[in-house]
């Protein structure tokens, strides 16, 4: 004869009760601590005073977040300004010493976009991505010329220099150009000085056999590797513009148009840039 006690359903739900109640505060708790973020800046347009500064906010942005643990930056971007370029670069450079950041390039990263690029930790291209312009353009100086209604203190306050400290100055950017490539690509670059300042642009396969590019790819792959780099999962993608506290796009461009409405490939002001021009039907 068994003599135990049954079992009753009191029993049973106090035995749930304190089952739950560990998961409850280990579900509660685990929605307290945010989840692990990649920030996606993306720059989709010429490199000049208002866009560098918007990616400067949203760098600095992304560096001082705990969150955000890596960094893809999205590249569609002839380049620009070389002032600007380099100040973009060096945020960069701020940023990579304490999180990764990959990028990858849409239709193209030539000239300062590929400066850009070239200071990223890993480089993404869609095999028919432009990558290159590598260089130097300016607009040099006009000649010393004697002005009758205009007054100046020195020969050159009116042009700034003499073309040929203009031309050695240029020369010393195409330099720094360079050093930036060879420090950011290192022992993958499979191409000489001489090619890389040549002023060629590449299709993204190509550029991968070269070197300038590690592997063709798009965002997926982009968010991957950026993930594997700063050592997490279950991750969310944020655009960090509006997180930034910056507004929408806006849609005035910073190439010269012509009486047609024609946008060129030519800046509005004179200046040194880092700059892929393209043909535009004999305008330039």
């Known amino acids: ?35 692990p973020t990649i920030g996606m800046i993306q720059l989709n347009d010429a490199i000049y005073h208002q866009s560098a500064q918007e990616l400067i906010k949203q760098i600095i942005f992304a560096g001082q977040t705990p969150e955000i643990r890596s960094v893809v930056l999205v590249l569609n971007s002839p380049g620009g300004t070389v002032s600007d370029t380099e100040s973009v670069y060096m945020e960069l450079a701020k940023l990579r010493q304490k999180k990764p ?10 000239s300062g976009g590929y400066y850009l690029a070239a200071g990223t930790d890993y480089i993404f291209a869609k095999p028919s991505s432009s990558v290159g312009n590598i260089g130097v353009i ?23 220099a003499p073309r040929d400290r203009y031309v050695r100055e240029i020369e010393m950017l195409k330099n720094g150009f360079l050093q930036a490539v060879l420090l950011g690509r290192g022992d993958r670059l499979k191409i000489d000085n001489e090619q890389i300042l040549s002023g060629e642009i590449w299709a993204g396969s190509e550029a991968v056999r070269l070197g300038l590019v590690d592997e063709l790819g798009g965002h997926s792959q982009a968010y991957e590797k950026a993930a594997a780099m700063s050592k997490i999962s279950h991750y969310l993608v944020v655009d960090l513009r509006n997180l930034a506290g910056l507004p929408d796009p806006s849609s005035d461009t910073y190439f010269y148009q012509t009486e047609n409405g024609i946008i060129t490939g030519y800046p509005k002001k004179a200046g040194i840039y880092h700059l892929f021009v393209p043909d535009y039907g004999g305008l330039q």
């Open 138 to 160: 300016g607009y040099l100086p006009s000649s010393p010329e004697i002005m009758e209604e205009t007054y100046s203190t020195g020969p050159y306050k009116l042009w700034g």
């Open 1 to 35: 004869m068994d003599n135990s006690v049954p079992k009753t359903p009191k029993f049973y739900t106090h035995w749930l009760v304190w089952m739950l109640i560990p998961l409850t505060l280990g579900l509660a708790i685990s929605l307290l601590i945010p989840r």
């Open 101 to 110: 950041v990959i990028t990858v390039i849409e239709s193209m990263a030539a």
